[in-house]
């Protein structure tokens, strides 16, 4: 039994010492042959693995253009580092470029108030002022040849469009023997909250020696939506309802 296991032993030491002697080349070294043989199986081994993890990488890119689009994968690639990042599912924070999107405020605008405010909110004051008179006829009344002119207003006061009251001016014009004058005269009434319109008549008569003729009722001015009328607007008005005389006016609010 001895003599068949030595035999055994001898047979394994020969053939682990044969095998690579039988690739080595004639002349090369039996060592050197070995090492080589060993250096090609882990090179085999690394070009191996190499060419797997460059599948693996076409694996992800084309897993993540069937998923997103190929511009968000490079770009994410580029940025993170991987095609299978986490930032890239998120496409509620991140752009196909990669850019972190904004939250959009849903917030809804407040309605724009379309309510138009025409009467005052405030006491306002109304300035009346005469600027021109002129008398159109030889007899201004009673075989009278110069006129003595007496003029003032009335403003009627409306709120919600019903009447309210009716104020008068102070006399702005009061003059003897005249035919024609200019300058300028005013007087100021108060036009109280709450008016959204007003009515302006002018006042005309003559001066006799024994009574006050009116010689007319002007052309009157309607001036509607006083909450709308823009402060210190002078308005230059003409009244030539009358064939006797003819009047020039202005008037503004404030």
Do not use: M, Q, W
């Given at each position: 039994m001895k003599t068949v296991f030595n035999l055994h032993k001898f047979a394994c030491t020969v053939c682990a010492v044969t095998?690579?002697?039988l690739l080595a080349a004639c002349g090369e070294n039996p060592l050197?042959?070995?090492?080589?043989?060993?250096?090609?199986?882990?090179?085999?081994y690394s070009e191996s693995?190499?060419?797997?993890k460059e599948n693996l990488k076409d694996v992800d890119y084309y897993s993540c253009v069937q998923t997103?689009?190929?511009?968000?994968?490079?770009?994410?690639?580029?940025l993170f580092g991987s095609y299978d990042c986490k930032e890239i599912a998120e496409t509620d924070q991140y752009d196909d470029n990669g850019d972190i999107i904004i939250p959009r405020d849903t917030t809804p605008e407040p309605?724009?108030?379309?309510?138009v405010i025409n009467y005052l909110t405030k006491n306002k004051t109304l300035n009346i002022a005469i600027t021109h008179y002129e008398q159109l006829v030889d007899f201004i009344s009673e075989?009278?040849?110069l006129g003595d002119p007496e003029i003032k207003f009335t403003v009627k006061n409306y709120s919600d469009d019903e009447?309210?009251?009716?104020?008068?001016?102070?006399?702005?014009?009061?003059t003897m023997d005249v035919v024609k004058w200019d300058g300028k005269k005013s007087s100021a009434?108060?036009?109280p909250r709450g008016m959204n319109k007003i009515e302006v008549c002018p006042i005309v008569s003559d001066l006799n020696k024994t009574d006050d003729i009116l010689l007319s009722v002007g052309e009157c001015l309607v001036i509607e939506d006083l909450g709308l009328v823009e402060n210190r607007k002078v308005v230059a008005m003409k009244d030539t309802t009358s064939d006797k005389y003819m009047l020039e006016w202005e008037w503004f609010l404030y």
């Open positions: 095998v690579p002697l050197e042959a070995e090492r080589d043989y060993h250096a090609s199986l882990k090179g085999g693995l190499s060419e797997l997103y689009n190929e511009t968000r994968c490079n770009n994410f690639k580029e309605e724009e108030d379309t309510t075989g009278d040849t009447y309210v009251n009716t104020l008068t001016t102070y006399i702005l014009l009061d009434i108060a036009v």
